[in-house]
């Protein structure tokens, strides 16, 4: 995080959220994963399962601030 915007890896975890719903990020994406959610950029959806992983999706919020920055859920 850079104060109250996400790093460049908190950009990245956005947009795999964005395309997997975060099942693939790596281990520097998932330590930015408190900051998305305290900053309302993404939320964390219930697992399918008691087996299964956490998964994310972006707010409204998040979408617009990847829409402004020109990234696609196809870049990372």
Same mark, same amino acid.
Request: positive net charge.
């Given at each position: 995080m850079i104060g109250d915007m996400p790093s460049d890896e908190g950009i990245s975890a956005m947009v795999d959220i964005a395309g997997m719903s975060g099942q693939r990020l790596n281990p520097r994406?998932?330590?930015? $994963?408190g900051g998305l959610v305290a900053l309302g950029l993404i939320k964390e959806l219930a697992p399918a399962g008691p087996s299964e992983p956490a998964r994310y999706a972006l707010t409204s919020k998040g979408q617009? $601030? $990847?829409d402004d920055? %020109?990234? %696609?859920a196809n870049e990372s």
């Open positions: 994406q998932r330590s930015e $994963l617009k $601030l $990847l920055r %020109g990234v %696609g």
